[in-house]
Nanobody
Framework: VQLQASGGGLVQAGGSLRLSCAAS????????MGWFRQAPGKEREFVAA????????YYADSVKGRFTISRDNAKNTMYLQMNSLKPEDTAVYYC?????????????????WGQGTLVTVSS
C-alpha cells in the first residue's frame, strides 16, 4: 500500500490550502484514514479522521470549524481543506490509513503512512 500526500505550500495567515492523499494497492473504501501533523520541535499530533465510506468524521479541537476532511473513493483520494489558516498550523502534514473502516485519533492505530507535505503559514 502506498500513500502520496501533496498540496502543501506557503500561504499567508487567513488563507486556504487543500491537501490531497492518493492511495494505491488496497481497497480504499475498506480503510479509515486520517491526517496528522508535526510542527518543528513538537510531536506529531492528530488533525482529522474519516471513516471508510466517509460518513463519519472527527477533528482535533484546534482545527474544528476551519478544516474539512473528505474522501472520494472512486478516485482513491482523501482531502483536507484548510481554511482560515494560522501560523500555528505550520507543520508537515501526514496522511495515514488503517486496516479498519472505523476512525481513530491514535496514530498507533494507523498501519501505513504517506511521506508528508509541508504547510507553512506566514503571519
Amino acid at each position: 500500500v502506498q500513500l502520496q500526500a501533496s498540496g502543501g505550500g506557503l500561504v499567508q495567515a487567513g488563507g486556504s490550502l487543500r491537501l490531497s492523499c492518493a492511495a494505491s494497492g488496497r481497497t480504499f473504501s475498506s480503510d479509515a484514514m486520517g491526517w496528522f501533523r508535526q510542527a518543528p520541535g513538537k510531536e506529531r499530533e492528530f488533525v482529522a479522521a474519516i471513516s471508510g465510506i466517509g460518513d463519519i468524521t472527527y477533528y482535533a479541537d484546534s482545527v474544528k470549524g476551519r478544516f474539512t476532511i473528505s474522501r472520494d473513493n472512486a478516485k482513491n483520494t482523501m482531502y483536507l481543506q484548510m481554511n482560515s489558516l494560522k501560523p500555528e498550523d505550520t507543520a508537515v502534514y501526514y496522511c495515514a490509513a488503517r486496516y479498519y473502516s472505523g476512525i481513530s485519533y491514535y496514530e498507533n492505530n494507523y498501519h501505513y503512512w504517506g511521506q508528508g507535505t509541508l504547510v507553512t503559514v506566514s503571519s
